[in-house]
């Protein structure tokens, strides 16, 4: 558990430490040498997730008095990914924050990471295995739960679909599992249709509109990524005749996962009913947090944090921080706690 005592402390000791452990000036995003510098890796910018995920790093390390070299973009390659994470490695970074594409090809750079003694945060996607100091991400099965239980709630009976991530990602895996065992426990007169659609938006739209041709009577979706998915679904259900907004007695429940700004408005409009908040600036600060708390040889323990989560032990032995994650409706969709509403 971390008391706010401890989360005290914490801040000056670690604030102390970097300022020992790093040669270059804090904040500082780039310049000569690496020594003490923190390598950033991306996993793809064709999202506005990650966009945002991305545009709050440079804040997020000033904040922190983390000096990072500029992140490096795997661009949906996961044999990209770990040809960068040796770059990075190669360059002398002291620590790296990751965000896995593939839960098991990340380990090849895990390993090389271990091998060289440099502490690795995994941001959004936890690896199936090796040495990572935390996993910073949400609960997942709670995105695939929320959206269950929300469109059940709404369809009752009749056909939906879920549109999935890549089920070689761990969270993929987990909205998959959790949306369609939620369904069959609760809804069992749901009949749940899919989409695998491995985060590619050009996928999810062609194989929407092909699933749509054979069930027009689809009465609600489940997007497991509205930063990818959003545009091609609204799109291809425009295309159908099949967009129609809430509150008419043809409207498809839609439910999302991300909470981007075009989500957010999309629920205003009526286009979509909800989404999963995703904590993108979070992501950015709680990902450098715990890669500066390595550096300065700090431990965490599972329980309850000072920042509104809690850290919990995996199967695979890893910590991970789960942050909240909250569901964004009509009736919040303006509350400004929501990183969506504050992206300029």
Not at 79 to 95: F, P
Not at 230 to 254: C, E, N, Y
Not at 313 to 322: A, S
Request: aromatic letters at 6%.
């Amino acid at each position: 558990m971390i008391s706010k005592r401890f989360a005290a402390a914490t801040a000056v000791a670690l604030a102390a430490a970097l300022v020992t452990a790093c040669s270059s000036t804090a904040g500082n995003t780039g310049g000569g040498g690496t020594e003490g510098k923190v390598g950033i890796d991306l996993p793809l910018l064709t999202s506005p997730f990650w966009q945002a995920y991305n545009n709050n790093i440079p804040k997020k390390a000033s904040e922190l008095g983390v000096t990072t070299l500029p992140p490096v973009n795997s661009n949906s390659d996961a044999a990209q990914q770990i040809t960068d994470i040796n770059t990075l490695l190669s360059q002398g970074v002291a620590g790296l924050v990751v965000s896995p594409l593939d839960s098991a090809a990340i380990v090849a750079g895990l390993k090389q990471a271990e091998r060289k003694k440099v502490p690795v945060v995994a941001v959004d996607v936890a690896p199936d295995k090796g040495n990572v100091y935390m996993v910073v991400r949400a609960n997942n099965e709670a995105y695939g739960q929320q959206a269950c239980r929300y469109i059940g709630k709404k369809v009752k009976k009749g056909k939906v679909v879920q549109i999935m991530g890549d089920l070689a990602s761990v969270n993929g895996r987990e909205r998959t599992q959790a949306f369609k065992d939620c369904m069959a426990k609760n809804y069992p007169a749901v009949k749940v249709l899919e989409v695998p659609a491995a985060w590619q938006a050009e996928t999810a739209a062609s194989k929407l509109d092909s699933l749509l041709t054979a069930n027009p009577d689809v009465k609600g979706i489940y997007m497991q990524a509205g930063g990818v998915y959003l545009s091609p679904t609204l799109q291809t259900l425009k295309s159908k005749h099949l967009l129609f907004p809430a509150g008419h007695k043809r409207h498809i429940v839609v439910v999302s996962n991300d909470g981007i700004p075009q989500e957010l408005n999309a629920i205003r409009q009526g286009d979509i009913d909800a989404t999963v908040s995703q904590p993108a600036d979070a992501y950015a600060y709680y990902g450098l947090y715990y890669i500066k708390a390595a550096l300065a040889g700090k431990k965490f323990q599972p329980g309850p944090t000072d920042h509104n989560s809690e850290i919990v032990k995996l199967d695979n032995g890893m910590l991970e921080d789960q942050l909240p994650a909250p569901l964004v409706t009509k009736a919040n969709v303006n509350d400004q706690k929501f990183w969506g509403n504050s992206t300029s």
